[in-house]
């Protein structure tokens, strides 16, 4: 699919937190503790209260580290979805965690639900 949706179920993530960060080959994975993992393949990015962006996708060659993990066993507070490109989540810590859907021909981000269903952007 390609296109954030905006019935797209994110309030299963609200008052969950997350619980680890994977850093993978193929992109970052989000693993919350009950709501699921949301894979992001394409351009993600952290912004802290102030909207300073603090963090995004980036060529782990040219990366000298991350900052994601402040939002670690952070409560998602709420979201927003701007479809068909984006949609963000925002953490009790003040952090707002944007994916964009960047990637036409590929995948951009998978959302695994706990129970079902997987969503493909």
């Not at 797209?8 to 989000?30: E, K, N, T, W, Y």
């Not at 060529?59 to 991350?66: F, L, S």
């Not at 989540?89 to 639900?113: A, K, M, N, Q, W």
Request: hydrophobic residues 35%; aromatic residues 10%; charged residues 20%.
């Amino acid at each position: 699919m390609h296109g954030v949706p905006g019935d797209l179920p994110l309030q299963r993530f609200v008052g969950d937190a997350l619980f680890q960060v994977g850093i993978g080959c193929d992109g970052v994975h989000f693993t919350f503790g009950r709501a699921g993992t949301i894979c992001a393949f394409g351009l993600w990015q952290l912004h802290d209260d102030s909207g300073t962006l603090l963090d995004q996708t980036q060529e782990h060659g040219e990366r000298k580290c991350y900052r994601i993990h402040c939002i670690l066993n952070a409560d998602v507070t709420g979201f927003t979805i701007d479809p068909p490109r984006s949609f963000s989540l925002r953490f009790s810590t003040g952090h707002r965690l944007t994916i964009v859907d960047d990637t036409p021909r590929y995948e951009s981000c998978t959302i695994s639900f706990t129970g079902g269903p997987e969503v493909i952007i």
